[in-house]
């Protein structure tokens, strides 16, 4: 009875982050009223694209034993680098790819700080986050960058579709475009972490990095890498913002890397390494943008979103010590 009652509890604890999912969806539906439309909810995974990129990155941080405070700081750089670039004439093609590429570079230097030169993660992503902010305001003079749809010489079209695009489903269902490179970054994430060996690697690296080092893995690479992955894709979320408000603003992405921790921690990733799973993020995910969205349709102060997702994290993080 009791191996039976262990085995019950494994399971909520592996499915957890759905269940509290499934239940917020209730509520939500029976207090919030319009949660539950078409519309709504569409333009809710429009939403959740953005923490979602962030998440997964945050997550393969986490994973191997780290954490990256400087994502906000790589979605604005990034964004604002993009719209530099659009408005000096450049492609528009091109300013996404170099902006891309900038926000790799931004997270191999994170992660090399905290690889290569042994700094505590959190102290090195502060930096960094500080470093990265301060630089999209000297670029910018402090001041928004607009109408960068209209500036563009060339691929405009494919700059507007990044983050406000649709896809016509059955001519009546439009899917966001935004909800579809979700879709396809956590696939790629989650390959990455089921089906390679890179991805055991982090496990590993994230487990107990002197063992890893034992049997030949190079943990500092591991880290590094992570990093990068995680420049990457804070960036393509800055993209994607960048080209839904069709502007870019040095404040872009404050206060981002608190949801992309909140939804990695709900989703069961353990904060000192080594265990998780990306189908946990997802939950968490959704269960940031749910909160998000219904609070929003009630009204709630957003000073009161703030406290409400700091308990979220507290609970998410007290969660995982008891487990």
Do not use: H
């Amino acid at each position: 009875m009791n191996i039976e009652t262990k085995k019950f509890g494994a399971k909520i604890g592996e499915y957890g982050a759905f269940i509290a999912l499934a239940l917020l969806v209730v509520a939500m539906t029976i207090f919030a009223d319009g949660f539950a439309t078409g519309s709504n909810l569409l333009n809710l995974l429009r939403q959740a694209a953005f923490n979602g990129l962030i998440a997964f990155g945050m997550t393969l941080v986490i994973l191997s034993d780290g954490i990256d405070l400087s994502v906000g700081s790589v979605f604005a750089l990034s964004a604002i680098i993009c719209a530099e670039l659009m408005m000096s004439g450049l492609n528009a093609v091109l300013a996404v790819l170099i902006a891309l590429a900038a926000g790799t570079v931004l997270g191999l230097i994170s992660g090399f700080l905290v690889a290569k030169c042994r700094l505590q993660a959190f102290i090195a992503t502060l930096i960094t986050m500080t470093a990265y902010r301060g630089l999209a305001y000297i670029i910018t003079d402090g001041r928004p960058i607009s109408r960068l749809a209209e500036s563009a010489t060339s691929g405009a079209f494919f700059f507007k579709v990044l983050g406000k695009g649709n896809l016509l489903l059955f001519d009546t269902i439009r899917i966001p475009i935004p909800a579809i490179i979700l879709v396809i970054a956590f696939l790629a994430v989650w390959f990455i972490l089921t089906k390679t060996t890179f991805g055991r690697r982090i496990y590993a690296t994230g487990s107990n990095a002197k063992c890893a080092n034992l049997v030949g893995v190079d943990t500092a690479k591991v880290k590094i890498a992570c990093y990068a992955i995680c420049g990457f894709l804070a960036a393509l979320a800055g993209l994607m913002m960048c080209s839904r408000l069709n502007s870019a603003q040095p404040t872009f992405g404050d206060g981002y890397e608190l949801d992309a921790i909140a939804a990695t921690a709900l989703g069961g990733t353990s904060m000192s390494g080594g265990r998780g799973r990306i189908t946990g993020t997802i939950a968490g995910v959704l269960i940031i943008a749910v909160l998000n969205n219904g609070l929003n349709i009630m009204d709630v102060s957003s000073y009161y979103q703030q406290v409400i997702k700091a308990v979220v994290i507290l609970v998410a993080v007290l969660a995982d010590r008891k487990r």
